[in-house]
């Protein structure tokens, strides 16, 4: 196993766009979690799954965000309708559950809104 | 909304000396974090210790924790260049809660 995967690693999108992520945990977790951070600033959590099921999702995420984990292995992240203010990088992280555990995380998608 | 604070947000150290970083939260926890951040990478997982926990040590790191205060601190020991990034404290509420990140601390290490 290779850790984490997230693609694409750089995305350039027009305002009013719609963008997808994608992210691959490592095969024996069965939490997934999605951060965003700016420039500065720590991860802010935006949601997480345990397998397939969706338990939490922040205010952050507004209607122009949907997150799905089909099967309970990757998960995709949508933005629609792009803003500049969704400039940002994208984290995925995984972790065995209960979390007691680390989070492992993917190197990040960096989303720019031009 | 960001839990943990760290103090002092940049901290800058000649290599061969201890770094020693320090994070305050507000609610209880179940355990504390600490991630280490490379520039425009993702977060590596330092260690882990649980709130019936005081002290815990991992080659040249060394964590403690003080639920009385609800503070922690991460001591890295004779720090390498290679040790220069950003610091993150990280709080879990329990089993189903998520990580709450502080703002972090930027270390620089001079060769």
């Known amino acids: 196993d290779t850790g984490v995967s997230q693609n694409p690693r750089h995305k350039i999108t027009k305002r009013g766009q719609n963008v997808t992520f994608r992210c691959d945990p490592i095969s024996e977790h069965n939490r997934l979690y999605w951060y965003r951070q700016t420039l500065g600033q720590g991860p802010e959590f935006l949601t997480y799954f345990q397998n397939e099921a969706q338990l939490e999702k922040s205010r952050l995420l507004s209607d122009r965000f949907s997150a799905e984990r089909p099967k309970g292995s990757f998960s995709t992240l949508e933005i629609q309708r792009t803003e500049q203010g969704d400039s940002a990088m994208y984290l995925c992280?995984?972790?065995?559950?209960?979390?007691?555990?680390?989070?492992?995380f993917g190197s990040g998608t960096r989303l720019t809104v031009v | 909304s960001q839990q943990g604070e760290e103090d002092p947000q940049a901290l800058s150290i000649q290599e061969g000396e201890n770094a020693t970083m320090n994070c305050s939260y507000k609610t209880s926890i179940n355990n504390l974090q600490w991630y280490r951040q490379n520039s425009g990478r993702g977060l590596v997982h330092l260690i882990l210790i649980r709130s019936n926990e005081r002290e815990k040590h991992s080659g040249r790191l060394r964590v403690t924790l003080d639920t009385s205060k609800k503070s922690s601190s991460l001591l890295i020991t004779a720090s390498r260049a290679a040790d220069t990034a950003s610091y993150f404290c990280a709080t879990d509420g329990g089993a189903n809660s998520k990580l709450t990140f502080g703002k972090g601390i930027t270390l620089s290490v001079r060769p």
């Open positions: 992280a995984s972790s065995l559950a209960p979390p007691d555990y680390g989070y492992t």
